[in-house]
């Protein structure tokens, strides 16, 4: 042996001696040359009769076996084989030895452990009622449970091998399909056709190592079927059930309401109180029923958000001023602090405000010894905080826990004597977290509770689209009101009519179709339940008539549908029973700006939006209202304005590249622009100036500002 290798043996055998696998050395003459020490342990076969003696005299036939095959074929070979009551695993590894011929490396490895803990843990997943399936690094299924091969109609084998995209060959149909993604997880339904109709829940989790890289994943399967169906029971039955409620109450609150505005006649204090308490009833048991409706059509998946920028300065404002007369009366003040460089975030507009209205609320009713309310939101990280601070009993641990699950309401002696169904605040919850946000509260026993929810920053590609709002004064003009209920037909009416309207009954699809022809009605009310549903069909038909199709249908329900009714072409969606200011206001805003030319303000000052607005509208214009150059162009595509009111330094997109792009389009390009600046002009840029119609420099008196622009419309319109 050369000196060098000499040198070298000494630490090949520290490191063969301290290995925790068993290793051989095998010449190629098949003589065992080495055997380290865990080898000895293994086999039960001593080092010194091993050593020098043939391959055949370790006397393990299968690892004898392997060793020689992996020997003839030159080959690397891996092979099981039990021993002793033991599960050991060989790599054979060949070698070229210096003296020439082929030798090999044995590795022994005790698995015994390694796969006592596998069956276990396949004989758990397999005994599962739920599906598993389980992905290597490459994305092929290497295990199977007998569920999964159930619910797929497939056994193991077919599977095993195949690569996680391959969907298509599990003989399911997928779509309708949701997938959500968290980062680590996909959700997916699938529904499987053979040998009967499953609706099944698929979750792909993926396995992480200590060092957080992927080594797999696991796909989880589970039969929803039974729980889809009881879904859809409650579902129906909870529709049925608020069908049933709301169209006597309907009736109910709608002429309580007409009695106590005096269409019925004078009535007496007396009377007007005991009306009073009837109609605060009713009240709360819509609100009942809305809450109920809420909660279903949450857990279905059919509530309706519109996502857009929102300046939650401007809806804490509104949901403030709806508590004014309360607290006033209560000798209270509601307290706002909101920045005002506060970034604008993404959310439904409406439904935030529900959630401001709940908070509110419940800060005045459960603070019985009086005190402030304060209200506050600021940025925090990527998202906007909004909180309502109460002064009042403060709220336990163990009930801020619980505090946002359906039904559950704090146990007290106020809680009780206030009532309430406890879902309120799941709701909002619902509500914020669809939206991306989430929601929570911190509270002191006996120093009160703030609650708060954050909604995330809206994205810069996000766009308000602007309202159009009729003008203010004199409405009229024809109405259809379309509904199968005499009574509820009538109380529509009777609102109408006494605005100013001129008002047409339909009962049935057929008669409705007819007078929407003949009496060419400036808007359309519409139950949508109409004989058993059949009023969807007849909206249809309505938006696919060239006669009819631009006639507005605001659609009043009793079941909550308004995905479906937008998607059929309604304008707006109101539930019953019907609130007579929101009907009125509506059907208002629908025909001014139907019968009115349409100015679109666009200006980041708020105060001269508004200013500019109520003029407008008191001179008998619609208006839209815009505060930045992109929301502009969102409302011009909605509704090509009669001129537009354009201010030059605006954020986005400024007036200049409104200006710009509203000329270069042949739609819009001879709509007459009015700038509206207030500092020195972009000479650099004057060649767009001119494709204004006028220029009017800030500041500058709103009636005499309009009138110009009055003398501007009149003027490019003849």
């Not at 810069?460 to 003008?471: H, K, W």
Request: proline residues 4%; hydrophobic residues 40%.
């Amino acid at each position: 042996m050369p000196e060098d290798d000499r040198r070298a043996y000494p630490h090949i055998r520290a490191l063969m001696a301290g290995s925790r696998e068993g290793m051989i050395v095998i010449t190629p003459d098949r003589v065992v040359r080495l055997m380290n020490e865990r080898a000895e342990d293994l086999l039960g076969f001593g080092r010194g009769e091993a050593m020098g003696a043939t391959l055949d005299s370790l006397a393990v036939p299968d690892l004898v076996g392997s060793v020689t095959a992996a020997l003839d074929a030159g080959v690397m070979a891996m092979a099981g084989y039990d021993l002793g009551g033991r599960e050991y695993t060989c790599a054979v590894t060949p070698y070229d030895d210096p003296d020439g011929g082929t030798g090999a490396v044995v590795t022994i490895r005790d698995d015994s452990e390694v796969t006592r803990a596998r069956r276990q843990w396949e004989a758990v997943l397999s005994s599962t009622s739920d599906g598993l399936l389980v992905f290597d690094a490459d994305g092929r299924i290497t295990f199977v449970n007998p569920a999964a091969e159930r619910f797929l109609g497939r056994g193991a084998e077919t599977l095993i091998g195949l690569v996680a995209d391959t969907w298509s060959l599990f003989d399911v149909q997928t779509d309708p399909e949701t997938v959500e993604r968290d980062g680590t997880a996909q959700l997916r339904e699938i529904q499987v056709e053979k040998p009967e109709h499953r609706t099944m829940d698929v979750r792909v989790d993926r396995v992480l190592d200590d060092r957080g890289n992927a080594v797999g994943s696991i796909a989880t399967i589970r039969d929803v079927t039974i729980e889809r169906e009881a879904t859809q029971m409650k579902n129906e039955f909870v529709s049925t059930v608020s069908h049933e409620l709301r169209t006597p109450l309907t009736s109910i609150k709608g002429y309580i309401d007409l009695i106590l505005d005096g269409e019925a006649g004078d009535i007496s204090e007396i009377q007007r109180e005991f009306l009073g308490i009837v109609k605060e009833n009713s009240d709360r048991l819509v609100e009942l029923i809305n809450d109920m409706l809420d909660i279903s059509r949450i857990e279905s998946g059919r509530i309706v958000l519109k996502i857009e920028p929102l300046d939650l300065g401007e809806r804490i404002a509104g949901a403030v001023n709806t508590f004014r007369a309360v607290v006033d009366q209560q000798g209270r003040t509601i307290s706002v602090d909101v920045p005002d460089d506060l970034p604008r975030a993404a959310g439904d507009p409406d439904r935030i405000g529900q959630v401001l209205i709940n908070f509110i609320s419940n800060a005045i009713k459960y603070s019985p010894a009086g005190g402030d309310i304060e209200l506050g939101a600021a940025r925090v990280d990527s998202a906007v905080r909004v909180s309502v601070r109460d002064h009042g009993l403060g709220i336990s641990p163990e009930n801020q826990a619980q505090l946002f699950t359906k039904f559950y309401r704090v146990d007290t002696s106020l809680t009780r004597e206030i009532g309430g169904t406890g879902l309120g605040l799941s709701i909002c919850k619902s509500i914020v977290e669809l939206l991306g946000g989430r929601v929570g509260v911190d509270s002191v026993e006996g120093e009160g509770s703030t609650f708060w929810f954050e909604l995330p920053l809206a994205a810069p590609e996000l766009v308000r689209t602007p309202s159009l709002e009729g003008p203010l004064g004199s409405p009229g003009g024809r109405i259809l009101v379309v509904d199968d209920s005499e009574q509820a037909a009538n109380l529509i009416a009777t609102y109408l009519t006494r605005r100013g309207y001129e008002v047409r009954k339909a009962s049935t699809p057929e008669d409705a179709l007819v007078a929407a022809l003949e009496f060419e009605p400036r808007v359309i009310t519409l139950d949508v339940m109409l004989d058993e549903g059949a009023g969807f069909g007849l909206l249809q038909q309505l938006k696919n008539d060239p006669r009819t199709k631009d006639i507005p249908v605001v659609v009043l329900s009793i079941i909550c549908d308004e995905g479906k009714s937008s998607r059929l072409g309604a304008t707006r969606y109101l539930e019953k029973p019907i609130d007579k200011a929101k009907l009125v206001g509506v059907i208002d805003g629908l025909v001014g700006s139907i019968a009115s030319p349409v100015v679109l303000v666009a200006d980041d000052d708020r105060d001269i939006v508004d200013l500019l607005t109520h003029t407008l509208k008191q001179r008998g214009y619609a208006v839209m209202a815009a505060y930045n150059g992109r929301e502009a162009m969102a409302a011009v595509a909605r509704r090509r304005p009669d001129a537009i009111l354009l201010d030059l330094r605006m954020p986005d997109m400024d007036g200049y590249e409104v200006l710009a792009s509203l000329k270069a389009d042949e739609s819009t390009a001879d709509v007459p622009v009015v700038i509206m600046s207030a500092y020195q002009l972009d000479y650099d840029r004057s060649s767009i100036l001119k494709l204004a119609s006028q220029l009017v420099c800030k500041p500058f008196d709103a009636e005499d500002f309009v009138s110009h622009v009055e003398a501007v419309i009149e003027e490019e319109g003849a």
